[in-house]
């Protein structure tokens, strides 16, 4: 329904509708105003009313796990692509970095070459020296905890997306949740014979 705006002498503006049409209105300086006719409502100024806003829901529960599963999902789903680009050698490659056979020989004192031509010589089944075992042991200790770490971070991811999974459906489940009411037809009653 339409509002208009009736002007008072003090300044103020009531607002009155088309049911109010003749009537006589009090404004609050106390002065007594006339509602002009439908056809005088007309010439006034309309009342604009504000949009309707709608009204957001708040959250629930449901909304609050889902988002939460969402949010574990995507920063596990970062940390699983950050620790694959961060990947450590693997055990061969720090094993055969770890090998002196990649020496220059053409850089080393005769000496030296003579040394190391023994170890070159015996091939890869040699036992492993002190620094060749120390890098061998740090790269099994960086390869398990990069495995570790990747393993904690995939179920993390899993359990974010469980939790989404199941938080969605349940929603649904709520929202399609009707009472039932059972009626009972006549004659359907139980009766004693006596």
Not at 52 to 62: D, K, N, Q, T
Not at 105 to 127: K, N, Q, Y
């Amino acid at each position: 329904m339409s509002r208009y705006l009736l002007p008072c002498e003090c300044g103020q503006k009531l607002a009155v509708t088309a049911a109010q049409a003749g009537e006589r209105l009090q404004c609050v300086c106390g002065r007594q105003l006339e509602v002009p006719t439908l056809r005088g409502l007309e010439s006034l100024e309309r009342q604009v009313e504000p949009a309707a806003v709608p009204e957001l829901a708040p959250w629930g529960w449901r909304q609050g796990v889902a988002f939460l599963g969402a949010s574990i999902f995507v920063l596990a789903s970062i940390g699983l692509v950050v620790l694959q680009l961060l990947k450590p050698e693997s055990l061969e490659q720090a094993l055969v970095d770890a090998r002196s056979e990649r020496l220059d020989f053409t850089a080393l004192p005769p000496a030296a070459a003579w040394l190391h031509w023994h170890r070159v010589e015996i091939g890869l089944d040699r036992p492993l020296t002190v620094p060749e075992g120390d890098a061998v042991r740090t790269a099994i200790f960086t390869l398990k905890t990069w495995s570790q770490w990747r393993l904690m971070t995939g179920i993390a991811a899993g359990i974010g997306m469980a939790m989404v999974v199941i938080c969605f459906p349940l929603g649904r489940m709520a929202v399609n949740r009707t009472p039932r009411r059972t009626t009972l037809k006549k004659g359907t009653g139980a009766s004693r014979s006596g």
